[in-house]
């Protein structure tokens, strides 16, 4: 979707946990963007990785296929949240809090929530867990209209 979309320069994508793992930030920062994404348990990041990774809100990302690839590591700022008795972890590579604030980054996320819940209730009063088209243009309308009757 990165290499088939346009999107405007410097978009900042906000995603849930189902939209980690190193290649795909890193396309996500090749083609210029940036990202903020929440983190799980399944996520593995690094801290203190000598020059590359030092100072309190700084992990990477590294994982040993990007190792053996000879890849560098990707620095993101760690960004922790409290929502209500919930401990939420967020990543950024947005690293100067100046151009991008904590509090920006939880407004953010909770923006994100609200489309969230708008796409669980498609799924569950709609019973759209799957579209039933069988092609991508066709998959299109039937989501517009599937939204449009929302």
Known sequence: MLQEQEFPENTLFCGDA???GYDFWNSILEAGHHFVIRV??????????GYV?????FVCCWPDTAVRKKQLPLVLRLVHLRAGRDDIHLVTSVLDP??????QIAELYRLRWGI???FRTLQQTFGR????????NCA???LHWS???L
């Open 98 to 103: 100046h151009e991008l604030s904590d509090r």
């Open 116 to 118: 969230e819940v708008q």
């Open 140 to 142: 299109e309308v039937e």
């Open 40 to 49: 799980g348990a399944n996520v593995r990041l690094l801290r203190q990785l």
């Open 129 to 136: 867990h799957k579209l039933r088209s069988r092609t991508p």
């Open 18 to 20: 189902g939209f980690v």
């Open 53 to 57: 990774c030092e100072g309190d809100g």
């Open 147 to 149: 939204l449009l009757g």
